[in-house]
Each structure stands twice: as C-alpha cells, then as structure tokens.
C-alpha cells in the first residue's frame, strides 16, 4: 500500500479528510518531541504565548457585575467571556494555542488581582466570581496533563486567595465554596436517519439548584468529533436546535430520543474525558460557540461518566479483513467484479474508525471526507482505482444498514461523485 501513497507529501497534504486523523498525522509529521521541536514547545504551551498577558488582562478589564447566586448564570458569562476573547485571538495569532496551559495561567493572573486588590483596598467581588466560573466550566483532573492541569490550577488559586482574604480580614463574597455542576438524571441519546452523527443529552445542576441540558452533537463521519456543544433550558430545545444544524432529512421532527446506557454515553464521551496531545490540537474550523465551550464540554463530560457504576471498556479494534473479504465475494456475486485486495482494503481503512453496526453508516458527509482522504493521500492514478470503487461501496452499506427512500439516493448521489477536485470542506458542523 505504501508504493500508493504521495512521495514526500508537503506538511498539508494527506491531512485534509478525516479532522481525527489529521491531527493524528500533523503531529506524526513533526520531529521527534524535544526540546528543540517548535511544534511540541507549542502543545505544551512554552512557545507562542507572548501574547497571553495581554490577552488575559482584557479579560479583567471586562469584568464588570458578573451574576451572583446563580451558578449556572456566572458560569455562562464566564464561558462567554473567555470564549469570545480566545475566539477573537485565534483570528489574530497563529500559536500559542494551547487553552488548559492558557487558562491556568489566567487563574494565576486571577489569583494575583485578587491579592493586590486585598492589599489596597481595592474591589475583589468580581475576581472572586471569575475565579469561581472558571472552576465552574474547568473539567477536574484526568492525570494525563503535559504541564499544568487548569482545574488543579483553578483550586489552588481559590485555596490561596480564601487564605489571603481572611488574613487582610475580608469575608469572601458569593459563593463560598467551589461550584461544579453534577448530573441530575438519566442522559438521553437521539441518532441521525445515517447512524453517524449523534445528540447526546444529560440534566445537571447544582445540588437541584438552576438545572439544565448539556448537548454533545458528536459526528462520527470523521472520527469521534464533537462538532458542537452547549447548555439548553430543555431536551425539547436543544433537540429542536440539534434537527436543524442536521437538516430535515436526517433528522426529522418524528425521530425522538431514547435512554442512553452508560457504555454507549461513555464510549461516545470517552475522547472529552482524556487530555493529550492530540486534545490540544486546534482544525482551525471551529466555531466561535464551540471555542466557548470548550472547557465546560470536557467538564460535563467527565462528570456525567465519572458518575457511571459501569467500569469503561477498551473499544473493539476493528477487524477489516472480514469486512474486506465480504465486500469482495458481493463484487464477485453481483458484477463479476475482482478489484485488487489492496485497494478495497484502503478504502475500508479510511472509510471509519467505527465497530459494528455503525461502521457501515453511509451519510453523504462520510463520503465526501473519505473521497478527500484517499483523494488527497495517494497518487492520482492509485487513489482513482481506488476510488472508483466508491459507487459499489455505498450501495453495499446501504444494504447493511437497510437505508431507503430519498437517505439512500443522497448517499448515491454523493458516491458517484467520487472524484476529489482539491478543495476540501472544512465545516465542522454540517447539514446531511
């Protein structure tokens, strides 16, 4: 397989169909992680930073009259506040974009105001309710940080600053402990018309104070991405605001959600609940929201699965060669057609990373990105041959899956246009 693929492929190329491996060959692209590689200086937040102070500092200056007595209230104007400023930057600047190391460093400058404020008789109240919005929307520690865990970070800078205010006689203003949303019931799981693309809700709140949805819409077309998140008053709205970012077609009004065990909840959650290298990497295609919520997703996440009584279980690696060999005796049955092995097994590689039944989910979306990833990652005469398999393919999936009707012919539709004109879709969250 590997005579097919582009000779000394620049950086960008091969990268561009499938965002999970594309992080996953970005950073396999790069010299070996030392002290001298620019790009793992860059994950673990020691190069591209020099605009952080500045950065941070417009955070506070914004402060002004952020809620009290609603943790759910300050938690979304902190998310907020600090979504749109990293949003803003990433339109600005081209490193430094590792957030964890970026918000510890932001409850570091916290905690400072926090003490200089004390000691001068200056306002504290504001501080104090970012420092605990920031606790509110951080996920606790996984154990896996490069560098500096942020939650770690967070609760430190609260342990300290509660110590520095009562030693300059203040009584720390609302709240008086750490704020972090726990689930409030069973989670609830509603699947696209495909099979591959995912909402995922769970009720939280506060000890039964201000609860409220969390919703994960998860696309698995191309990895296990979370292509938006964020909190709903309802199952009802964020479902209904779910359908349309899906489109009609695949998520009709009539679909509705069921119970979600905790291994399904888990399996599609696990990705949020790790940090690594690969977590710290940005497609660059993220929308503004999904950059706001980027720490409280993960907070979420890990609280919903660190509430499972379930004990998580490694993911089934996936075993192509019965899906290769299936594939081959229905050509052989149906059109006497005998392809090489090689490239059936190609396009089965790049086709999912799925086990079971949901490798065989045939949306458009799928389609387009595995014809971009062949398309992109191998010679032009290789990834033709290859490609012109991609007809058949799908018409096997829809088989498997049983997809019909006006689903099955967008599939086809989409299939048949099977060759890759060098653009390549960026939209993180698409319509089916």
């Given at each position: 397989?590997?005579?097919?693929?582009?000779?000394?492929?620049?950086?960008?190329?091969?990268?561009?169909g499938?965002?999970?491996?594309?992080?996953?060959?970005?950073?396999?692209?790069?010299?070996?992680?030392d002290?001298?590689?620019?790009?793992?200086?860059?994950?673990?937040?020691?190069?591209?930073?020099?605009w952080?102070?500045?950065s941070?500092?417009?955070?506070?200056?914004?402060?002004?009259?952020?809620?009290?007595?609603?943790?759910?209230?300050?938690?979304?104007?902190?998310?907020?506040?600090v979504?749109?400023?990293?949003?803003?930057?990433?339109?600005?600047?081209?490193?430094?974009?590792?957030?964890?190391?970026?918000?510890?460093?932001?409850?570091?400058?916290?905690?400072?105001?926090?003490?200089?404020?004390?000691?001068?008789?200056?306002?504290?109240?504001?501080?104090?309710r970012?420092?605990?919005?920031l606790?509110?929307?951080?996920?606790?520690?996984?154990?896996?940080?490069?560098?500096?865990?942020?939650?770690?970070?967070?609760?430190?800078?609260?342990?300290?600053?509660?110590?520095?205010?009562?030693?300059?006689?203040?009584?720390?203003?609302?709240?008086?402990?750490?704020?972090?949303?726990?689930?409030?019931?069973?989670?609830?799981?509603?699947?696209?018309?495909?099979?591959?693309?995912?909402?995922?809700?769970?009720?939280?709140?506060?000890?039964?104070?201000?609860?409220?949805?969390?919703?994960?819409?998860?696309?698995?077309?191309?990895?296990?991405?979370?292509?938006h998140?964020?909190?709903?008053?309802?199952?009802?709205?964020?479902?209904?605001?779910?359908?349309?970012?899906v489109?009609?077609?695949?998520?009709?009004?009539?679909?509705?959600?069921?119970?979600?065990?905790?291994?399904?909840?888990?399996?599609?959650?696990?990705?949020l609940?790790?940090?690594?290298?690969?977590?710290?990497?940005?497609?660059?295609?993220?929308?503004?929201r999904?950059?706001?919520?980027r720490f409280?997703?993960r907070?979420?996440?890990?609280?919903?699965?660190?509430s499972?009584?379930?004990?998580?279980a490694?993911?089934?690696k996936?075993?192509?060669?019965?899906?290769?060999?299936?594939?081959?005796?229905?050509?052989?049955?149906?059109d006497?057609?005998?392809?090489?092995?090689?490239?059936?097994?190609?396009?089965?590689?790049?086709?999912?990373?799925d086990?079971?039944?949901?490798?065989?989910?045939?949306?458009?979306h799928?389609?387009?990105?595995?014809?971009?990833?062949?398309?992109?990652?191998?010679?032009?005469?290789?990834?033709?041959?290859?490609?012109?398999?991609?007809?058949?393919?799908?018409?096997?999936?829809i088989?498997?899956?049983?997809?019909?009707?006006?689903?099955?012919?967008r599939?086809?539709?989409?299939?048949?246009?099977n060759?890759?004109?060098?653009?390549?879709?960026?939209?993180?969250?698409?319509?089916?």
């Amino acid at each position: 397989m590997a005579k097919k693929r582009r000779a000394k492929a620049n950086p960008t190329r091969g990268v561009s169909g499938n965002p999970a491996r594309r992080a996953q060959q970005l950073a396999a692209r790069q010299p070996s992680p030392d002290s001298r590689s620019g790009l793992f200086e860059s994950l673990l937040g020691t190069a591209g930073d020099q605009w952080w102070p500045d950065s941070q500092h417009t955070i506070i200056e914004r402060l002004a009259d952020l809620p009290a007595h609603s943790p759910l209230r300050l938690e979304n104007a902190v998310v907020d506040l600090v979504g749109e400023e990293l949003w803003t930057r990433m339109q600005t600047e081209t490193m430094g974009f590792h957030w964890d190391q970026y918000l510890a460093s932001l409850a570091d400058l916290v905690h400072d105001e926090i003490q200089i404020a004390a000691r001068t008789g200056g306002q504290t109240d504001d501080l104090w309710r970012m420092l605990h919005g920031l606790a509110a929307m951080t996920p606790p520690s996984s154990g896996e940080m490069l560098r500096r865990d942020p939650g770690l970070a967070v609760r430190e800078a609260i342990k300290d600053t509660t110590t520095a205010l009562a030693k300059a006689g203040i009584a720390p203003a609302w709240p008086s402990e750490i704020l972090w949303a726990t689930p409030a019931g069973e989670p609830l799981l509603l699947a696209d018309e495909y099979g591959s693309r995912y909402a995922l809700l769970a009720p939280f709140s506060w000890g039964g104070e201000d609860p409220h949805w969390y919703c994960w819409d998860i696309d698995r077309c191309t990895g296990d991405r979370v292509v938006h998140a964020a909190v709903f008053a309802s199952p009802e709205e964020a479902l209904a605001e779910w359908r349309a970012a899906v489109g009609t077609h695949a998520a009709p009004a009539s679909t509705q959600p069921a119970p979600c065990d905790q291994a399904a909840a888990r399996d599609l959650l696990d990705p949020l609940c790790r940090s690594d290298l690969l977590g710290a990497l940005l497609l660059g295609t993220e929308s503004q929201r999904l950059i706001a919520e980027r720490f409280r997703l993960r907070q979420r996440a890990r609280a919903l699965c660190e509430s499972f009584t379930v004990a998580p279980a490694p993911r089934p690696k996936q075993d192509l060669n019965p899906i290769i060999d299936d594939f081959a005796a229905w050509l052989r049955d149906r059109d006497d057609h005998r392809p090489e092995r090689e490239d059936i097994a190609t396009l089965a590689d790049a086709w999912s990373r799925d086990s079971g039944p949901g490798y065989y989910a045939c949306s458009p979306h799928r389609i387009e990105h595995t014809v971009i990833l062949i398309g992109d990652g191998y010679i032009k005469k290789y990834a033709e041959a290859i490609l012109d398999l991609l007809p058949q393919w799908a018409e096997w999936c829809i088989e498997r899956t049983g997809l019909a009707g006006e689903l099955a012919e967008r599939a086809r539709r989409a299939a048949a246009n099977n060759r890759w004109d060098g653009s390549d879709s960026m939209d993180l969250r698409r319509t089916e």
